[in-house]
């Protein structure tokens, strides 16, 4: 228990020091972030048996990721994205050459790794510019941020006191209805007072994205935990003393920053 406290501390920490000091940080630290949850998962797949297109696809993810901040900051066209196809292309080439009995097994869990891991992690960057005429400003993912903690504080302490119903207990046996609404209660509160801190929205967006973000975060750590239960994994990894990998602590994120995107999005523009 002190392993996890002293680790969640100083993590949070480096999360919260890499959006408060400014676009560059912000840009380096969630790049390396993305490209150590690429590895991770690719990792984690290959103890099936699958043997995805590592180097080339930590290469085109940082790509991506680039061209994602490219986008930001000097606001050049969509268009340029498709210099990236040749290069994701050339994973089925390059699978030509490698001796492998599931060859379309390594070609897809690649690019499963550019969805399920590269895609949420730009666009939870792609919040620090979305409501500030494309200049960076920390409200969005710190907010995202505390709303998705808050849900994960709320879900555990309602879930131990109250929790009966389980929610998906193939899945994850743990997690109860009961947790859930607490979580969802927590985090709308949470929205409540940045609406007050954080006046560029009204406190509806801001309680829509909460439920959002509890909803599809829920979603997202049932998914990552059928993951590890195919692959008969406890953790998706040890960057995290006490915590596991770095998924474990980012699954929410993973299917919820892409909905919330969107929809503020549709909101503001």
């Known amino acids: 228990m002190k392993t996890r406290a002293i680790t969640a501390f100083f993590f949070t920490i480096a999360m919260l020091g890499s959006i408060f000091l400014g676009s560059y940080v912000f840009s380096f630290f969630y790049l390396i972030l993305s490209l150590a949850s690429l590895l991770e998962f690719f990792k984690l797949i290959k103890t099936a048996g699958i043997r995805p297109h590592r180097n080339i696809a930590v290469f085109a993810a940082a790509l991506i990721f680039l ?8 606001q050049f066209e969509v268009k340029y994205l498709l ?14 050459y490698k ?7 390594n070609i897809s869990y ?12 730009c666009f939870f960057y792609s919040l620090g510019f979305l ?9 969005l993912p710190l907010a995202f941020l505390l709303l998705l903690w808050g849900n994960d504080t709320g879900a555990y302490l309602f879930g131990v006191k109250f929790g009966k119903t389980r929610l998906f207990e193939r899945h994850s046996p743990k997690k109860s209805w009961e947790g859930f609404f607490g979580g969802m209660f927590t985090s709308v509160i949470i929205s409540y007072l940045l609406s007050i ?11 829509g994205m909460s439920i959002l973000i509890v909803c ?16 008969n994994a406890k953790d998706s990894g040890t960057f995290l003393p006490g915590h ?18 969107v929809y503020l999005y549709l909101i503001l523009y």
């Open 67 to 74: 061209m994602t901040a490219g986008f930001h900051y000097l």
């Open 83 to 96: 210099l990236l196809v040749p290069l994701l292309f050339s994973v089925f080439i390059s699978e030509l």
């Open 99 to 105: 001796k492998e009995k599931i060859p379309f097994a």
């Open 110 to 121: 690649t690019f499963v790794g550019f969805i399920y891991v590269t895609a949420p992690f």
């Open 131 to 139: 409501n500030n005429n494309l200049n960076y400003n920390f409200h």
């Open 197 to 207: 801190w954080f006046t560029e929205m009204h406190a509806g967006i801001w309680a």
């Open 216 to 231: 599809f975060g829920t979603l997202g750590d049932l998914i990552e935990s059928m993951l590890k239960r195919s692959l």
């Open 244 to 261: 596991g990998g770095l998924l474990d602590r980012f699954d929410g994120l993973l299917l919820a920053a892409p909905v919330v995107y």
